[in-house]
């Protein structure tokens, strides 16, 4: 089956410096791209859809600003998370959808595995 | 825009024995229906989806769901559960419509497969 691929899996940094999540469709062009976060035991919250060549559509109450999504290829997305704190410690998981099909659903989502993000 | 409410935060059940999680949905389009797995500090995995047709649809490791329309219901169940099906589970809608695309998911369920 296709395949996301997303890194770090596990990143540590410091307060105040930006980290960049990598998120790459391996084995097909992903025309969108979801960014979600998830608190610990709490659920995905959607976060922003990013378009290749694009500007992302950032849902209400995430600040764009703050976490910068880049969609320059149809087979990689990025998030940074800028100048982060404490309180932006969370899994980040990226989906990439194929493009839709001449016909049939359109209902495709591939997910990575996963960036636990903790900011000291 | 949807909505999705998975009715219990955990269901602890001792293995063998059978289990149902509860997803109730609303919508203003049509919509597909998910269920993912997350198992501890994982990705998810896509256990099954209803698209159309028969309202009964299964999935990997022994799951099926039943989807009802007039209850805007997608309970997933499972007749003899192993200790290995101990994770959370995601109920989730997707609209079908080009602006309700986006993938919206419930609160989550923590099914306990118990010996």
């Known amino acids: 089956g296709a395949v996301v691929s997303q890194h770090p899996s596990r990143v540590i940094c410091k307060s105040g410096t930006s980290v960049k999540i990598e998120c790459r469709s391996l084995d097909f062009q992903a025309t969108t791209m979801f960014w979600y976060r998830q608190f610990p035991k709490q659920s995905l919250m959607l976060m922003a859809t990013?378009?290749?060549?694009?500007?992302?559509?950032?849902e209400q109450g995430v600040e764009k600003d703050k976490f910068l999504i880049n969609h320059a290829s149809l087979t990689l997305s990025t998030l940074t998370v800028t100048s982060a704190h404490p309180e932006d410690s969370s899994f980040y998981i990226c989906?990439?959808?194929?493009?839709?099909?001449?016909?049939?659903?359109?209902?495709?989502?591939?997910f990575g595995s996963g960036t636990q993000l903790s900011v000291l | 825009a949807q909505s999705v409410t998975q009715l219990d935060s955990q269901v602890p059940v001792f293995e063998e024995a059978p289990v149902e999680l509860r997803c109730n949905y609303s919508s203003s389009v049509s919509v597909y229906l998910f269920w993912y797995v997350q198992y501890p500090n994982q990705g998810l995995q896509l256990l099954l989806k209803?698209?159309?047709?028969?309202?009964l649809v299964k999935g990997i490791n022994g799951f099926e769901a039943e989807f009802n329309k007039s209850q805007t219901s997608f309970h997933l169940r499972k007749p003899s559960v192993h200790i290995s099906d101990t994770a959370e589970y995601f109920c989730?809608?997707?609209?079908?419509?080009?602006?309700?695309?986006?993938?919206?998911f419930g609160a989550g369920t923590r099914l306990a497969v118990h010996p």
């Open positions: 209803y698209l159309s047709g028969s309202t």
């Open positions: 989906s990439a959808q194929p493009p839709a099909p001449v016909r049939g659903p359109n209902e495709k989502l591939f």
């Open positions: 989730a809608v997707r609209g079908l419509s080009g602006g309700y695309n986006k993938l919206i």
């Open positions: 990013s378009n290749e060549g694009s500007k992302a559509t950032y």
